[in-house]
T-cell receptor, first 114, second 112 residues
């Protein structure tokens, strides 16, 4: 596609349920990032995929959070047993490579846990 | 560890005033540096970037930033702000592993 695509754009879920957020990066982009933006907060790094290398998971806040990237393209961020503090906008970004390339952001998935 | 610090959390200016937003980073190797802007209700947009070469980079909408390697800084400037510049501004650093880290953001409010 023309840009980074994320779905769903909005998700309301009950506390304790699992959610999956999808990111479809720009075709051919090997680097993919996930961030979390809470109300009034900055962008919190979650996880970073680069090609076939092991992902950098250093930003995942707890073991309830996980992410996969299948076939080097689409990525899914999964949050298990959601809590109210997980409510945030989850942003995905991609770039052609990890080096000197512009990073493009999707419009985000707004998650509300009630 | 890689980190980014933005000194100003909330800046209020009148139209036509000059702007400088501070950004300092911590990283031991080669970096790529970015400033992103998020207008109210919109998604992140790239303002400008530094990869190599001239440390003074110009971006969209009259913004510029200067990379000062000795100070680990990448401050954003604009000579004369407009009401439409009201937004949140994020500095970001990418190290040689490709990991991109953002600062906490600075909210700019421009009064007409």
């Amino acid at each position: 596609g023309a840009g980074v695509s994320q779905s769903p754009s909005n998700k309301v879920t009950e506390k304790g349920k699992d959610v999956e957020l999808r990111c479809d990066p720009i075709s051919g982009h090997t680097a993919l990032y996930w961030y979390r933006q809470s109300l009034g907060q900055g962008l919190e790094f979650l996880i970073y995929f680069q090609g076939n290398s092991a992902p950098d998971k250093s930003g995942l806040p707890s073991d309830r959070f996980s992410a996969e990237r299948t076939g080097g393209s689409v990525s899914t961020l999964t949050i298990q047993r959601t809590q109210q503090e997980d409510s945030a906008v989850y942003l995905c970004a991609s770039s052609l490579r990890a080096g000197e390339d512009t990073i493009y952001f999707g419009e985000g998935s707004w998650l509300t846990v009630v | 560890a890689q980190s980014v610090s933005q000194h100003n959390h909330h800046v209020i200016l009148s139209e036509a005033a000059s702007l400088e937003l501070g950004c300092n980073y911590s990283y031991g190797g080669t970096v790529n540096l970015f400033w992103y802007v998020q207008y109210p209700g919109q998604h992140l947009q790239l303002l400008l970037k530094y990869f190599s070469g001239d440390p003074l980079v110009k971006g969209i909408k009259g913004f510029e930033a200067e990379f000062i390697k000795s100070k680990f800084s990448f401050n954003l400037r604009k000579p004369s702000v407009q009401w439409s510049d009201t937004a949140e501004y994020f500095c970001a650093v990418r190290g040689n592993t490709g990991k991109l880290i953002f600062g906490q953001g600075t909210t700019l409010q421009v009064k007409p």
